[in-house]
């Protein structure tokens, strides 16, 4: 069991996920990153009520947890916020000039990690709430370890040492992500292979990857093989028991690891407003296999 002396830590929920109290992330002392990064490493997620964050705050508090990646600029070649370029706006909303401010809409976000089709994922993603609707627009994580837990042994016998190949033809909303072609070809659409079961660089601890689930591709399989094994691996990660859902306030900060976690959103009245800041922190590693040929051969 961690303990903690500088923040308070409430498990949210009995698998994963912490809410962590008794700090103001404008100004960390650095004994408190310093627990902060110990109880992300414990518990996955962290959320952080009640914060007062400028996009400066946010940045300077998201590099504690590695380099940031900065996203693309949008159509017009601008930053999404003004002298900010590491800040990505999450947003329904239309500017005066009637063009989004930010991306992904109002409509459903799927299952997903954030950029695996990446050679080195990003680590992390952080979330703050500015406007949010009065329903709807829940985001949910679940998580990767649990899910690896809950597979029967004989499923994970068959998988242990495969690879998937994470499309990066769509974002999670669906939208063609810019410079791609249209493909719904998991053997052929553009993609990076992982194992299916990675250790985190951190803890050591092993769990499932599975990305997203359109066009994804288990390697060295026919597709129609691979399209089974693949919906059986998704029966796991987003059973009730190991899914969390975050109801967004007003102030709100999330930190999830992006390794060890799935996340989605639900779709929201496209009439109200959504505005979130995130920020991403930039692969350190390429996701290792948990499962060697050595520790296989000794099971
Ligand atoms: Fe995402």
Do not use: C
């Given at each position: 069991?961690?303990?903690?002396?500088?923040?308070?830590?409430?498990?949210?929920?009995?698998?994963?996920?912490?809410?962590?109290?008794?700090?103001?992330?404008?100004?960390?002392?650095?004994?408190?990153?310093?627990?902060?990064?110990?109880?992300?490493?414990?518990?996955?997620?962290?959320?952080?009520?009640?914060?007062?964050?400028?996009?400066?705050?946010?940045?300077?508090?998201?590099?504690?947890?590695?380099?940031?990646?900065?996203?693309?600029?949008?159509?017009?070649?601008?930053?999404?916020?003004?002298?900010?370029?590491?800040?990505?706006?999450?947003?329904?909303?239309?500017?005066?000039?009637?063009?989004?401010?930010?991306?992904?809409?109002a409509g459903e976000a799927t299952w997903h990690t954030d950029m695996s089709y990446l050679k080195e994922p990003p680590d992390a993603s952080m979330l703050y709430s500015i406007e949010i609707p009065s329903q709807g627009g829940d985001t949910w994580f679940c998580s990767m370890e649990g899910a690896l837990q809950d597979m029967p042994e004989a499923l994970l016998r068959q998988v242990r040492q495969l690879h998937i190949k994470h499309d990066g033809t769509y974002n999670s909303g669906g939208y063609l992500r810019q410079g791609l072609k249209e493909s719904n070809d998991p053997v052929h659409s553009v993609g990076t292979p992982h194992p299916v079961v990675c250790a985190h660089p951190v803890t050591g601890r092993p769990y499932l990857y599975l990305g997203r689930r359109r066009n994804a591709y288990v390697l060295g399989q026919p597709l129609q093989d691979s399209e089974a094994l693949l919906d059986a691996l998704w029966t796991y990660p987003v059973e009730q028991h190991n899914v969390y859902c975050h109801q967004w306030r007003l102030g709100d900060l999330v930190l999830w690891d992006n390794r060890t976690t799935m996340h989605r959103r639900d779709s929201f009245d496209a009439c109200a407003r959504r505005i979130m800041h995130r920020t991403q922190i930039k692969g350190s590693h390429q996701p290792r296999a948990f499962y060697s040929e050595e520790t296989v051969a000794a099971a």
């Open positions: 069991m961690v303990e903690f002396k500088t923040i308070h830590v409430k498990p949210i929920h009995s698998r994963f996920g912490a809410e962590i109290a008794g700090v103001d992330l404008a100004s960390p002392s650095k004994a408190q990153v310093m627990e902060i990064q110990k109880a992300w490493a414990a518990h996955s997620v962290l959320l952080f009520r009640d914060q007062s964050l400028g996009p400066g705050d946010l940045v300077q508090f998201s590099k504690h947890f590695g380099k940031l990646d900065p996203p693309p600029v949008n159509e017009d070649g601008k930053t999404f916020v003004q002298d900010f370029p590491d800040i990505y706006v999450v947003s329904n909303v239309l500017g005066d000039d009637g063009k989004p401010i930010g991306s992904l809409g």
